[in-house]
């Protein structure tokens, strides 16, 4: 469990919540926002450390007993809301570890720090019995609501918290990252991190997955041959990606930025800028052999799959109309 200083990214939020502690003016209810893999829970944990630490910083000591408590996960003032049913957080589980226990007072520091993942989850019964705490909380009372989405939350929930909101992060800093923390090849480095659209999570995930490596050679074969390819032999490729339980929005993602490099390549000739640097014979044929109206239009037919297979649209048939438009082109 990391401090501040061990979290990549997110310089706004962090200080924000370091100001907040330097200056004391410390928000009854934080509204912590962003993307499953971005770092949420790890900053969520460096500030509940941080105010719970015995120093007394802006930064957890991560040596003091309340520091070891907290990266033990036994310390009694910061409480970690579950819920049983796995699609909901119900009323009862707001009313049990919430409302029931706030009024305790800490038991070894200023604060009681409680902790709500996965927070969009909470019905709106849940929402409106949390509602009256976040009203007249006790003065030692901060509540973390770590969410994906905080659209879910009543109007009244959101104007009573202060909202932060988590950016992805550059490329190059996960790249970085990838290579030199967890010595990840740079060819692979690179692609997870352009891959990741900025989420280190999901960059780690994908470095350390045999599905991704997998999905990464089925379609780098295919996308070398789809010119030579008749219409019978597109079909059961489809086929046998769906039977190889491939998640077809990652293989869409991965041919978007294909083709994205060809085409930047047929701008620039720039090889240093390619995701895909080891495929520079290929990307350079395919920028010669295809016309700039030819990129746009297999570029459309991605976008155009996404959206049809959004709207229910058989699989089979809302690839293979793409398919046919990345040949014909």
């Keep these: 469990m990391p401090g501040f200083n061990d979290i990549l990214g997110n310089d706004a939020v962090k200080q924000h919540f370091q100001q907040a502690i330097e200056a004391h003016k410390i928000s009854h209810a934080y509204i912590l926002a962003g993307e499953a893999g971005m ?48 699609a909901s957080i119900g009323v009862k589980d707001v009313r049990e570890q919430i409302n029931d226990t706030i009024m305790i007072r800490p ?30 909380p006790p003065s030692y009372a901060v509540i973390l609501l770590l969410t994906t989405n905080p659209e879910t939350f009543l109007p009244t929930i959101q104007s009573r918290c202060v909202q932060l909101k988590l950016k992805p992060l550059q490329d190059s800093v996960i790249r970085e990252y990838l290579a030199n923390r967890l010595g990840i090849p740079e060819k692979d480095a690179r692609l997870c991190a352009a891959f990741a659209r900025g989420n ?18 089925e379609l780098m074969e295919f996308l070398r041959q ?43 000739k720039d090889a240093d800028l390619l995701i895909f640097q080891d495929e ?9 052999r295809t016309g700039y109206d030819g990129f746009e239009n297999i570029l459309q037919a991605i976008d155009k799959a ?20 990345m040949k014909e082109n």
């Design 306 to 325: 996404r959206i049809r297979l959004e709207a229910n649209v058989n699989m089979e048939l809302a690839m293979e109309l793409m398919l046919l438009v």
């Design 200 to 217: 280190l999570g999901k960059a780690i995930r994908l470095a350390d997955s045999d599905e991704f490596r997998q999905m990464f050679d």
């Design 280 to 288: 520079y014979a290929a990307i350079e044929e395919m920028s010669c």
């Design 107 to 136: 038991f070894s520091s200023y604060y009681k720090i409680y902790i709500v993942d996965e927070a969009e989850k909470m019905t709106v019964q849940a929402q409106n019995a949390l509602l009256k705490t976040i009203e007249e």
């Design 39 to 86: 770092g949420r829970k790890s900053i969520a944990h460096a500030f509940a450390m941080t105010l719970l630490c015995e120093k007394g910083r802006s930064q957890p000591c991560m040596e003091c007993h309340a520091c070891r408590q907290v990266l033990a996960d036994t310390h009694p003032d910061l409480i970690h809301v579950t819920h049983e049913k796995p």
């Design 226 to 268: 789809i010119r030579t390819m008749n219409v019978s032999i597109l079909l059961d490729r489809i086929r046998r990606w769906k039977d190889m339980g491939l998640d077809i929005y990652e293989c869409l993602d991965f041919m978007q930025m294909w083709y994205r490099d060809a085409l930047m390549f047929k701008v620039t």
